[in-house]
């Protein structure tokens, strides 16, 4: 029997040396490795290898008996078969699709089967955090995909929505690892509330502001008219209920930790926010941020007038601080990761290397790469490549998922 090429494949319990144990045999024969993939999975080893065996030194079947002679001393079963013709083409569009959730019976097989309904090919599959929350990388290649990638992207999440899982969508391009800059907004991200609201009940105009926030979040008017009509129904309230609300502000479940993590793994904190000053100012102190951008109110005399200090922080004002903090840092845009919850923040998503959607309105899941509830904030670490060991290592007090 002669091969040209063959897929040599091992596993078994694992412990040091068994890979340096096949290689060499390989090697001792002239055999090329010309693509190998190995790892270690509790416990347990696995090892796959493509041979080109058209320069070998002995006859195939030598070399196929001495490598099963060899796993068995080993403790590995080995097995070797021709190298099967290629079905797919070249020109793979590859993205790296991030679950995360709480787990539960079925994840894989309902996401498996609607990759495979719509002709994605899992190239790579594993699990990168287990316990509290889930976390799996899935490398497909979409290049055979029949239908638009966003109606592809809006389908795919709503499957993963029913077995509980949130996904974020990557192109896997040499920027989706190294990222060096993380771009929060403010309310409803990393403080689970809309701080005028919080205002506006204190002055007696809760329904009313409300109501124009919630518009405004959807996208139905500009945030910049928005804001400045909410605030005007503030004036006249006293400074002191300001600095009340703002003293008994708290951060969104996790985001301390995450900010943590962040921190530790070298990354630069922006927070670019449309809400006010007073508050950024209190999250800075809080988690100590590297760079606060916030619309500033105008008191006189210990009460709001009902103004704002121009430039309003908007939509476009966002994604302009965003790329300036980013050119003073000496980083391209691919770099950076914009997370957000509203309209006010589609610009940021858009512009940024990796945009993340926050539990968001509507109009901002439509430009995200990928959506995230509040439950699963600390699953930002999974989507840029940390791995749970390493989350240990950086917040060693605290869960990365808690």
Known sequence: MSETFVVITATGKDKPGLTTEITESIAKAKGNIVDIEAFSMRGLFAIFMIVDCRAISIPFESLRTQLMDIGKKIGLDVNIEPLPVGRRKSGKKLVLLTTLGKDR???????????SENNANIERIRMIAYGELNAMEILIDINDIPIPIEDFKEALNRECKKVGQDVVFQKDTVFRRPKRLIVFDVDGTL?????????????????????ITSRAMNGEIEFKEALKERVKLLKGLDVTILKSIVENLDVTPGAEELITALKALGYKIALISGGFTQFVEKIKEKLGIDYIYANKLVI??????????????????????MRM???????LMEQVV???????????????????ALYPKEVLQKVAAGVITKNNLAGILYCLGAPEEKLKEVVPDKKPHS
């Open 191 to 211: 403080i689970d509330a809309e701080m005028i609201d919080e205002l506006a009940k204190a002055a007696g105009v809760g329904g009313k502001v409300s109501e």
């Open 338 to 356: 914009a997370v957000g919850d509203g309209a006010n923040d589609r610009f940021m998503l858009q512009n940024s290397g990796l945009g993340i």
């Open 300 to 321: 006189e005399d210990g009460k709001l007038t009902g103004e704002l200090v121009e430039p309003i922080i908007d939509a476009e004002r966002k994604a302009e601080l």
């Open 105 to 115: 019976p079925g994840i894989v097989a309902k996401v498996s089967r609607f990759l």
């Open 325 to 331: 903090i980013a050119e003073k840092e000496n980083l």
